[in-house]
């Protein structure tokens, strides 16, 4: 059976599979690999019992509880999801073959700079399985192969639907690859295959993203925290200040794109902390805050920050606030201890948003919104493979585009160097 | 003397400089840079004496010899050439600011991804101390930040620069910092600054190149070898071969982009074989050739290729050449032997080199031009930082527009998500 055989390959020949797999996906055309996509979303509906069972079987030995549990949960109704996102991604525009620029120089040679795919993408990820198939269908629209290394914990899931996407007839063999999870030996491996795989992409944890950045040799992108903020200045509707704040701290506390402080300009501290410290307390939020902001919403009702509040990532239910003098030690307090990933203002003076903007050194940086646009679906991306912390490839959401790469195509009609 | 109190600070120390100092140069308005840029130009005049006896410095107490010692000489020419570069690149377009893409989203979010600079470039280059005015002109127009280390025979020529560059009025304190270069100590703090350092670009041989990407956790652009092919088709014309073929060899054999191979299409190759051998010998090009190359040719003429000869980049006036049945097995020879950095095709034939071009896996393919013109200046940017071969975040020749990063302005009216 096609499984045993493929189980007992070494990472090794694995990513040997996978490399020369690459060169097949690149070649796929655009139709090509849409009927793959769509191919593969009636496999996923048609296997939805067996997907089940081996998710079951990852549940009995899994002793996660909680909201954690509920990651690694599959239903009739999250299998049908995935289903729908491998449409989605079919439906999307394909960068590669794309060109990005040309000319021609004096001495004729004509120059194009053609979008191309990555080659072999490495994700190492835990417990959700649907991330397995969003990035198999991201991988295989943009023409790269794929080397998958899941969680431990959802290693039947896993291996149930990569051989159900990977034997969609027309998937070049070795495209889709998934290692063993039972030891961090193949982690290990994959990120040091250089000349096997073109980047690496962390989708986890800080710890796990420390370990590939600081053991890889293989790019990678780095996704990451985020300490977001909110500076509300003196000219803000404080009305807007209040659904944007509440939206972007309650609407989803555990994502990275919500907001963890809030900073308030000296001049409205007095009449607008009392009322938002209210309305965060009402909807379950802890507060915590600097002297100024305790003197001013009642010490009762906020705790004290301590040092380290101004770096962490809460992911719940806490904010710190912060009074601050004016625009200028926002945006040096953000730059200080903000991870870069999303900062918002929230004002009616045009001037000081864009000077905010301009000075807050973020992957996204927002004026009157809630930090929680920050996403591929919400920027119209139409899917996301992550948000990068880096400066480097890409920063920010990131999708499809940022999964190519690009070839210059130089054109002479014997063309020699003087 | 500012100089002994710069040179009493830590690698650490500079390095804290450089990251505040980012900040500052990021917001440099475009004259100002180029302003900068001139100001550096006519201080790099000036003081050309100084500049020299610090040179002599360096050469009398290195042992390099011939070429390498040559790489390290200045001369009035030289640093009129360095002059020179500043100015140029003072004049090409500023890719800061530029706004990349924008778009509103059916909510009415306005998203724009404009241009920023990185923030803090780390080079680490050997012998040649114009190295040290070209990457500072580059990364200053960009609005970066600089962390140079320079080799250590070059230390007195690239003190002198610096101090020279870095003290011009108006250039932010600890926008140009040279590190030691007497241990390989301050190479592995500075490709580990994590949060310091944005990216890490070598320049150098591959021996600092694997180095640098087996120990660095900053992320890094790899530049590096080029063993560069040359397939001429069947459909070619031989006098057009014979141009391109003797150019990309023999014209500037020590670059990466000198070719190193030459394929060449069997019906052609009775006829073509002994014409371009009898012309490489001419030149002084040693010769070797697989077994039918040397049937064809002479096997006096051509030494016999062993397995590495496939591989090596000579850097001298040697090649190798293989007969092969067809594009195709040309494209699969390139492809597993290639270092991806620049291949070419010689045909007649529209549609075959266009399925050369799209299925050989290299930063640049060419048709019917040679390999020499892979390189920033002959692609019209005015400059060069390197040639990239990794696929991530720029691939084959690169200058200003890749020392960018993006960031993304999302302005609302009070959005939250619902």
Redesign the interface.
Known sequence: MATSVHNALSTQEKLLRAREAA?KT??LSTAKKNSLLEKMAQAVESEHKSILSANQEDLDSSSLEGAMRDRLVLTPKRIAEMAQALRDIAKLADPVGQTIKE?T?PNG?H?RKVR?P??VIGIIYESRPNVTVDTVALTIKTGNAIVLRGGKEAVHSNQRLVEILSSVPGVPEGAIELLDSSSRASVQELIQA?GFV??IIPRGGQQLIDYV??NA?V????TGAGNCHIFVDESA?LQ?AD??V???KV?RPSVCNAAEKLLIHQNIAAEYLPRIVGKLLERGVEVRGDEQTRKLAGAEKVRAAEAKDWTEEYLRLCIAIKVVADVDEAIAHI?HYSTRHSDAIVTADEKR?HHF???V??????????T???DGG???FGAEMGISN????????FALEELT?????????????G
């Open positions: 060169s690149a070649q000319w120089r040679l120059i191309v990555l080659g250089r073109d980047v950045i600081e040799t790019p990678v992108i780095e509707d807007m659904s944007i509440i939206n972007a609407q730059n948003a903007m301009r000075l050194d973020s992957a996204a940086v927002l004026w009157n919104a809630s929680r646009f920050v919400e920027f119209g880096q400066k480097l490839h890409c920063r920010g959401p790469s690009s070839k210059y195509e130089v054109i002479g009609s014997g063309h020699v160097r």
